[in-house]
């Protein structure tokens, strides 16, 4: 993923306010939903307040809301396996990345479960974190594809 390479202290940047990110979403005393939480879920309220939308909905907006988060986890250790140079093949590099992607979020659902009392540990949750980093791990290997084909390309043909 040359955009990566060729601005790294903005990579840098973006991955630490990511990651920033990441662990304070993570380890958030308490649930977004709740009394205590940071009401990230007011538009939802108004929703439910005037008829629109239901349980289901929060469960949707969740579930789509813990794919997005991982989502850019995958991007990222997919770009990182590939900086180690480790991994020459690509499926076992994928393969890899998501099982990163999935440590990661167990280890949170498990922190979250032994630590942080008002908030508690998800199938559910691990399910969708691991679908975002899949699916960021996947935009990564069709990046670099296409990277690869730009390049092959732009390449003069021998004479």
């Known amino acids: 993923?040359?955009?990566?390479?060729?601005?790294?202290?903005?990579?840098?940047?973006?991955?630490?306010?990511?990651?920033?990110?990441?662990?304070?979403?993570?380890?958030?005393?308490?649930?977004?939903?709740?009394?205590?939480?940071?009401?990230?879920?007011?538009?939802?309220?108004?929703?439910?307040?005037?008829?629109?939308?239901?349980?289901?909905?929060?469960?949707?907006?969740?579930?789509v809301s813990n794919v997005l988060l991982f989502l850019p986890l995958g991007l990222i250790l997919w770009w990182v396996l590939g900086r180690l140079r480790i991994l020459r093949n690509p499926w076992v590099h994928l393969v890899v990345a998501l099982a990163c992607g999935m440590v990661v979020s167990i280890s949170a659902e498990l922190f979250q479960r032994e630590f942080l009392p008002e908030r508690t540990g998800d199938v559910r949750d691990v399910v969708s974190n691991s679908i975002g980093a899949a699916i960021g791990c996947v935009l990564g290997l069709v990046l670099d594809r296409?990277?690869?084909?730009?390049?092959?390309?732009?390449?003069?043909?021998?004479d």
């Open 1 to 63: 993923m040359g955009w990566f390479r060729r601005r790294p202290w903005l990579t840098a940047v973006l991955v630490v306010a990511y990651l920033a990110l990441l662990v304070t979403t993570l380890g958030w005393p308490y649930p977004v939903e709740g009394d205590r939480g940071t009401r990230f879920v007011f538009l939802l309220d108004a929703m439910l307040s005037v008829g629109v939308g239901s349980r289901t909905t929060l469960i949707a907006i969740e579930v």
């Open 146 to 158: 296409v990277e690869a084909r730009q390049a092959a390309s732009a390449r003069p043909e021998p």
